[in-house]
């Protein structure tokens, strides 16, 4: 919802919204009168999402784009593993292993990818932009384009760096593709010595021989502590060809890349999840910004004021004229009790019940256009009763249960009837009631048989 409402603030930047007719519709609605700014926000959001066509189409491409951003994700993870792979195969492509050249090979771009994260951490860059994660939102925004994608994508990134999570976020996702990419070179570089022999030497022009050793006893501090393997200083300067120094070699290799590549990375990312969901968890609408601060005033300007009515004594009362009868249509026209079909695959069925009852069957919903056009003829008459009808077979979504919220707003009694249950699948049946009840309709009064309401309609 947070996505959504960041998004239409944007939209509303390009003109391209009206909510003159949601903001009145929300001034009628007494229940509203105390509720809080952002569950005001909120409400405006959901009744757009009927009342606006550039607004009806934001959940939907939120979702597609949000789909789109998984893929993409998984995408990169494969990638992350088969360069890892790569890295392995095209260190190990000979049976003379280059220690140096490996270890380089190996751990050099994880060395590089941290270094780069400090210099923009040093130089102030947090937006994230120049990371490996924005990659991902770069594809996301790209593959999205036909739905919104890239105006989508900056929304949220928007809405996210206000609780300055984004560089945590897009850290924690750069810090676990780097983390496949360590772990699939160890998976594969135990797979190549293990069905291969490799001598193990080193080749340099300019370095001597107690640089080198030097250097491996350095690197090999930390893999000894943990258990794996380190050749001794007269290994590494002698280069025994020996199945001893071969699995000492083997060992300080694996206890490098697992000290060195997988444990920074695990840290790293344990430290961004941890951080960039802390700060997510107090992510709200910032009601300080001046678009906020003049909706709400727009909003609560709307409200009609609740004045103390007096009724005169009817003693005292003389008729001043002839009485003018009501026009029909009219909101001082006879009450009517209505039957509303929401995308029922067999409205037809309704239509003895609504005849035989004197119900005024409206419509069937299918459709924004639907919606809309319903809305309207509410409005303009005096409805003392709906009976909201929907077939429990199909998918229970947020656009019906916010089209019966606005009933129950424009309405003084709404039911409920979930018809064909017994024919549906459970788990959508469930869906529908567990929305129903989020609305405020306790499962008791979610019926299946529309003839026992249609009867009591009747009699009112």
């Given at each position: 919802m947070l996505w959504l409402c960041e998004a239409i603030r944007q939209k509303e930047g390009t003109g391209s919204i009206d909510d003159t007719e949601v903001v009145a519709l929300m001034g009628r609605d007494n229940g509203l009168r105390d509720a809080t700014n952002e569950e005001l926000v909120f409400q405006r959001a959901d009744r757009l999402t009927l009342a606006n066509a550039v607004v009806s189409a934001l959940p939907k491409n939120i979702d597609i784009v949000f789909a789109y951003a998984g893929y993409a994700f998984i995408g990169l993870c494969f990638l992350a593993l088969i360069l890892g792979a790569s890295a392995a195969a095209s260190a190990f492509s000979r049976t003379t292993i280059n220690i140096a050249f490996v270890f380089l090979a190996l751990l050099g771009p994880h060395l590089l990818s941290l270094f780069w994260m400090v210099l923009l951490l040093f130089f102030g860059s947090r937006s994230g932009r120049l990371s490996l994660a924005n990659g991902w939102l770069w594809l996301s925004e790209r593959i999205g384009r036909r739905h919104d994608g890239v105006f989508l994508v900056e929304s949220l990134r928007t809405l996210v760096s206000r609780a300055d999570s984004l560089p945590w976020l897009l850290m924690g996702i750069s810090h676990f593709l780097w983390l496949l990419f360590a772990l699939s070179s160890i998976g594969f570089v135990l797979i190549f010595l293990g069905v291969e022999e490799y001598a193990f030497v080193w080749k340099t022009t300019t370095w001597s021989r107690q640089f080198f050793v030097r250097a491996v006893e350095i690197t090999g501090w930390a893999p000894a502590l943990i258990g794996f393997s380190v050749p001794s200083s007269d290994d590494v300067a002698t280069l025994k060809n020996v199945d001893s120094v071969r699995k000492a070699w083997a060992g300080w290799l694996l206890g490098s890349l697992w000290v060195y590549g997988v444990m920074p990375r695990l840290l790293l990312l344990g430290v961004s999840c941890w951080t960039a969901i802390s700060r997510l968890r107090v992510l709200a609408l910032d009601f300080s910004n001046p678009h906020y601060v003049v909706l709400l005033q727009r909003i609560r300007n709307a409200f009609t004021p609740l004045h103390d009515i007096v009724d005169p004594d009817p003693g005292n009362v003389e008729p001043t004229g002839r009485e003018l009868p009501s026009l029909p249509g009219s909101p001082s026209a006879q009450p009517?009790?209505?039957?509303?079909?929401?995308?029922?695959?067999?409205?037809?069925?309704?239509?003895?019940?609504?005849?035989?009852?004197?119900?005024?069957?409206?419509?069937?919903?299918?459709?924004?256009?639907?919606?809309?056009?319903?809305?309207?003829?509410?409005?303009?008459?005096?409805?003392?009763?709906?009976?909201?009808?929907?077939?429990?077979?199909?998918?229970?979504?947020?656009?019906?249960?916010?089209?019966?919220?606005?009933?129950?707003?424009?309405?003084?009694?709404?039911?409920?009837?979930?018809?064909?249950?017994?024919?549906?699948?459970?788990?959508?049946?469930?869906?529908?009631?567990?929305?129903?009840?989020?609305?405020?309709?306790?499962?008791?009064?979610?019926?299946?048989?529309?003839?026992?309401?249609?009867?009591?309609?009747?009699?009112?």
């Open positions: 009517i009790n209505a039957i509303i079909p929401y995308e029922l695959r067999d409205p037809a069925l309704l239509a003895s019940i609504a005849t035989g009852n004197h119900l005024t069957l409206f419509e069937n919903v299918v459709d924004h256009d639907s919606q809309s056009s319903t809305l309207t003829r509410i409005r303009s008459q005096s409805i003392q009763r709906i009976i909201f009808a929907c077939d429990s077979r199909n998918t229970a979504d947020r656009g019906a249960f916010q089209f019966l919220r606005i009933l129950k707003s424009l309405c003084p009694e709404v039911r409920v009837v979930l018809m064909h249950r017994d024919s549906a699948p459970p788990d959508k049946a469930a869906n529908w009631v567990a929305g129903f009840n989020e609305i405020g309709f306790a499962e008791s009064e979610v019926v299946s048989d529309l003839s026992s309401l249609a009867d009591g309609a009747s009699n009112l």
